[in-house]
């Protein structure tokens, strides 16, 4: 039995991984220039060394330059948001948690605002965590303050702190942003890859692998937290420990996603649930299938928004709302006892 299903979860994950690389491939090939998927393979295959260039300059930098740094960015925030929302569901024992319940994107946010607008554009990814890290901080202090970190105390802090950092954000926009820097700042808080270069790809990536992985072994424990704190205690888990460590570990995810794409809401709320209808609560197999469904998913939704609408393109953001609420509703509904 076990063996059988040892193999069943290799199947999953192996067909995911597969369905994502197709998704990637397809991907590439969309868009106002049409380019074939031979041509992208020629294309990558040259940039790296392995075969003569034998496209124009144009078509490969189309698919070399612009469309796989957004394309591999966009699976690393989904894969990052998914994972960071799954987490956040089992520390606060809430179904309807997510990466910014604790006013990590505010915060976030508001810290990436701070370094724009003071003209450190190169640094927003450090001001994002910065400030996802400061509003982490401030939330568990007043929830030490309320009596104890909690689940029910650590979520009502979180939203007047969300609602505080918000504030001080439009605050910002408003008093400093003049023409199309207001244009720019705006369509980024909702969610857009499309500036998105090489470094900042490989930013988001290496961030969700170093922070993303190492959550990963930590599934058993996760499962415990779903009994509470004492359970979880008893069976041998340092629960202090490690809530501070994958609250510290979902900031610095969530800060350095927001820096690169803005604040991108429902993936890490909506995701983890989809994926527990298909696998299960058990996260040493939800984590990995929620980090690529998740990619998967943020694959689709930016190419939606690039080429859905032309010839304007949307902010990602946009079309994962879409998508988002009519499933959160959906999930309102499954949990309607708990709210």
Do not use: K
Not at 186 to 191: A, R, V
Request: hydrophobic share 60%; aromatic share 6%.
């Amino acid at each position: 039995m076990r063996r059988g299903r040892r193999v069943g979860i290799g199947t999953v994950l192996f067909a995911l991984v597969v369905l994502l690389l197709a998704s990637l491939m397809v991907a590439l090939t969309i868009g106002p220039a049409d380019i074939a998927a031979a041509e992208v393979i020629r294309a990558v295959a040259a940039r790296v060394g392995l075969a003569e260039a034998d496209l124009s300059r144009l078509r490969t930098a189309i698919v070399v330059d612009l469309r796989l740094p957004r394309l591999l960015a966009a699976a690393a925030t989904g894969a990052g948001l998914a994972l960071c929302g799954a987490v956040m569901q089992a520390l606060t024992r809430n179904p309807l948690a997510d990466p910014y319940l604790l006013g990590l994107s505010s915060g976030a946010a508001l810290g990436a605002v701070v370094f724009m607008v003071a003209g450190a554009s190169l640094l927003m990814p450090l001001g994002a965590f910065l400030g996802a890290v400061a509003t982490l901080v401030v939330t568990l202090s007043i929830t030490g303050l309320l009596g104890g970190a909690t689940p029910t105390r650590a979520i009502l802090a979180g939203i007047a702190i969300s609602a505080l950092a918000a504030a001080a954000t439009s605050f910002l926009i408003f008093w400093t942003a003049t023409g199309d820097s207001y244009r720019e700042i705006l369509s980024w808080l909702m969610g857009s890859l499309g500036g998105v270069t090489w470094p900042e790809a490989l930013l988001a990536i290496v961030v969700v692998l170093a922070a993303g992985l190492p959550l990963l072994p930590v599934g058993g424990a996760l499962d415990a937290f779903a009994f509470g704190d004492t359970a979880a205690a008893s069976l041998g888990v340092d629960v202090r420990r490690l809530r501070w460590l994958l609250l510290g570990g979902t900031a610095l995810v969530t800060g350095v996603l927001v820096a690169v794409g803005g604040a991108i809401g429902f993936v890490g709320l909506i995701v983890p649930h989809v994926v527990r209808l298909m696998v299960g609560t058990r996260h040493r197999l939800l984590l990995p299938v929620c980090m690529l469904t998740g990619a998967i998913f943020m694959v689709w939704c930016d190419t939606a928004a690039r080429t859905g609408f032309d010839p304007r393109e949307l902010p990602v953001g946009i079309i994962t709302a879409m998508i988002g609420a009519p499933a959160f509703l959906l999930v309102l509904l499954r949990f309607r006892r708990m709210t």
